[in-house]
Each structure stands twice: as structure tokens, then as C-alpha cells.
Nanobody, 127 residues
Framework: QVRLVESGGGLVQAGGSLRLSCAAS????????IGWFRQAPGKELEGVSC????????PYADSVKGRFTISRDNTKEVVYLQMNSLKPEDTGVYYC????????????????????WGQGTQVTVSS
């Protein structure tokens, strides 16, 4: 069973960048599809991106395309979310989630797809 821990959140001005990390322990990360989600105050959980364990499909929410990049370093057991050109509407708690031996597929943005979740990291973008 994998344990996921997010880090890298913080306060940044609009236009700035942050890199979030999702570190895994207890299991080998490279067997998991990892999704990034976020939840803004008063809003529903939103799928941001996903990276599969076995193919190159890395979907993104339309709201972050061209600004965010997901990547993984299996040697370090970490998945990253590089966030550039941040906007105030990117503010929220960011979560990573894992599904064992999976690809992202068409349901990558759905919460129910993932079995394991981190505790979240706060991202605040000031205007």
C-alpha cells in the first residue's frame, strides 16, 4: 500500500511559479498512475493532471494547459507538478492521488478512480 505526501505549496504572487512534489513510500511509485487534484474554497474537487505508470499520456485540465507540467522521477519515487504563470484562481489545496497498475485513461479527472490520497498542500496565489 502506497503512502503519498505532497509538498511544495506556499504563497506566491500572480505570474510566479511553484513546483509541487508527491512523494511515495510503502510501495514502488512507478506502478501507479498519479493524479493531481485541487480544491478551491467553496468549490468542488477538480482534476488538474495525471501521469500514467506505463504510457506517455499526460492529460491536463483546460484551465492549466500550457502553464502546468506533470512529470515523474521513479528513481526518487516522486511525481512533480510544475506550475508556472500562476493566477489567483489557481489558489486551493492540491492533492495527489494514486491508482495501482493503471493508466490515466478517460477517467483521470474523476475522484473515484484513485485509491490512495495524500493530505494536501496549500497553494495561495495573490493578485
Amino acid at each position: 500500500q502506497v503512502r503519498l505526501v505532497e509538498s511544495g505549496g506556499g504563497l506566491v504572487q500572480a505570474g510566479g511559479s511553484l513546483r509541487l512534489s508527491c512523494a511515495a513510500s510503502g510501495s514502488t511509485l512507478d506502478y501507479y498512475a498519479i493524479g493531481w487534484f485541487r480544491q478551491a474554497p467553496g468549490k468542488e474537487l477538480e482534476g488538474v493532471s495525471c501521469i500514467s505508470h506505463s504510457d506517455d499520456y499526460t492529460p491536463y485540465a483546460d484551465s492549466v494547459k500550457g502553464r502546468f507540467t506533470i512529470s515523474r522521477d521513479n528513481t526518487k519515487e516522486v511525481v512533480y507538478l510544475q506550475m508556472n504563470s500562476l493566477k489567483p484562481e489557481d489558489t486551493g489545496v492540491y492533492y495527489c492521488a494514486g491508482e495501482y497498475v493503471a493508466t490515466c485513461g478517460d477517467s483521470w479527472h474523476r475522484r473515484i478512480k484513485y485509491d490512495y490520497w495524500g493530505q494536501g498542500t496549500q497553494v495561495t496565489v495573490s493578485s
